[in-house]
């Protein structure tokens, strides 16, 4: 009998660091015989002028085809006439979705220990509109939109994840009582969402005393769902206490089932090349991608793997206090398969 | 020969615990012997229609007289037709900067242990505009409004008061990557302000990274300045790493020399009349308007006898694992004049 086809998924490798830590996650999955079949796609070096940036045609049609794709990090060249590469991909493929899973990692030790929420952030508008401008010299203005479309949008899917992950609570991070028309919106769309939801608690914190929670006792929280800036911040924050980007996993997920899972790390120039890098943002988001085409099996042997190899502590990049280089990490990594 | 006629001061007890926490501060400038004769005045209850609020015409006057305040926490009644009773003293008494000393508080043991900033916000515009519409339906809008002219205020008095209190380093925090035109412009005064401080090392950095530095590693940090919104979050995640808004200090700069000092934590109307608050962050709030008046001799030994008495754990009120009254914590306070 002959295997069934492998899964077509985009990998963008990205600049910097992003090449080798790409080799990585090629290498830990051919070990735990992923099928998966990579259609690789490198950034431009001149701009596209069907996507206005240095993002490729080419790529952006990839991801649609496959619905599932891996970002290394990319550094968005300088210069005008152009847009940025991170919000090309989410305007683009209207990525709505930003989930960024954060737990404490075994053996790893920060100052908290009881990390484990998932902060889920609109990814297409809110203070992200792009639209600026001067009203007279020295006055300007930025528009933040908030959209009943697009807020119902990331919250089904946060309840959707909060139910199917099993997570007990949802909380709708907004600044209400400032932004009573944007934010309010946003909630009134949580709580409509929230109603066909009875099993999930549902909560709304305001930003300012959500960050103040969230460094006291991180515990107190579940899923967040919250708009784009917030989401930027909080996402932020919250890998600071488990380590940092480095350590993190994220994947953007877009109208017809598309998943783009993504480090969210800096490119890192200053060690690329060197075989320094630390793979493990990478591979984490790699696992998202595999829960969201269902290869649970392979997703959790992986991620077992990742965090045990972190936990025991033999094998550690630079990063997180060892000496091993990428590729004996990646293979202490194979290792534990 | 008759003693200096005492400087007058306006004192908003404010609700809730509010009272019971003021008459602490009260009894502890007395027993400091400070020369301040306070003006007292309550929120009223009904909307004052020349302030749009229940705040009184009359309360205002009081500070725009005595140029220096102090005010406990205010519940802004429900309800519509009148403003936010903390948003009508920011833009009645234009008190364009929120200054929030942040320091770890010796013996009082948190996650943090080097903690010792100071954030500095924009307190009169940004995201606090007012300004919001529907534009269609289910597309509401909010304006952020930047100008140089309170930018540049808000970073002038950053830099005198690194410079006047020995501090080193101006972090300017900003979303200047996606928001170029508004923090574009924040960024750029700042600059220019910079630039006459040759002596404070001037830096900027994106608000999801500075949350993240700031819970990784808050020694990272000196003076913090920054648009509205973004102090409101990042001046309560500084206050989770040293205990929370019960602990923590903040006074509002206005035009003309004002200062009104104030707790920014809730009025607690569960304890309150019971004896039970915790009127530390009220009263290390009076210790900043002292240092306002240039009374830095009491400033000092009032200050150094609230951390003592925290230091020493006796007398701890119970939101700090005591079991002290308020009144106890506040004549222990007194002993260690
Ligand atoms: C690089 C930047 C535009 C981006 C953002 O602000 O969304 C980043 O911070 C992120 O969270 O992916
Ligand atoms: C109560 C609220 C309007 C206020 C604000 O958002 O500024 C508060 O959070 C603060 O920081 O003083």
Redesign the pocket.
């Known amino acids: 009998s002959s295997a069934p086809a492998p899964i077509k998924a985009t990998l963008f490798p990205g600049d910097g660091i992003g090449p080798e830590i790409a080799v990585s996650v090629k290498q830990v999955f051919q070990a735990a015989e992923v099928p998966i079949e990579w259609e690789e796609h490198y950034v431009g070096d001149q701009i596209d002028p069907r996507t206005q940036s240095f993002l490729t045609w080419e790529s952006l049609e990839s991801v649609r085809r496959n619905r599932v794709g891996l970002k290394g990090p990319m550094a968005t060249p300088v210069g005008k006439g152009h847009r940025s590469l991170n919000l090309t991909l989410r305007k683009e493929l209207n990525l709505y979705a930003n989930v960024r899973p954060c737990y404490s990692l075994p053996g790893y030790k920060t100052r908290y220990d009881n990390v484990d929420l998932v902060t889920i952030r609109e990814n297409t508008e809110g203070e992200y509109s792009g639209l600026e401008h001067q009203v007279v010299r020295g006055v300007v203005e930025s528009l933040k939109i908030i959209t009943r479309q697009a807020s119902l949008r990331v919250a089904e899917y946060a309840f959707h994840f909060a139910k199917t992950h099993g997570r007990e609570r949802v909380s709708a991070i907004h600044?209400a009582?400032?932004m009573q028309k944007t934010d309010g919106l946003f909630l009134k769309c949580c709580r409509e969402v929230a109603e066909k939801y009875p099993e999930i608690t549902y909560e709304e914190v305001?930003i300012?005393?959500c960050c103040m929670m969230l460094v006291k006792n991180p515990a107190l929280f579940d899923v967040l769902v919250m708009p784009n800036l917030y989401g930027d911040i909080i996402s932020d924050l919250c890998a600071g206490l488990v380590g940092g980007l480095g350590l993190t996993a994220s994947c953007n997920i877009g109208e017809a089932g598309i998943a783009l899972a993504e480090a969210v790390h800096g490119s890192a120039p200053d060690i690329a090349g060197k075989n320094l890098a630390n793979p493990t943002a990478l591979l984490l988001s790699a696992v998202t991608m595999l829960r969201h085409l269902e290869l649970y099996d392979k997703a959790e042997r992986i991620q077992d793997a990742i965090l045990n190899t972190i936990a025991e502590g033999k094998y550690r990049t630079a990063d997180l206090g060892g000496s091993s280089s990428t590729t004996d990490f990646t293979k202490a990594i194979c290792g534990h398969l």
Chains 1, 2 share one sequence.
Request: proline share 0%; net charge neutral.
């Open positions: 600044k009582n400032i305001v300012d005393n």
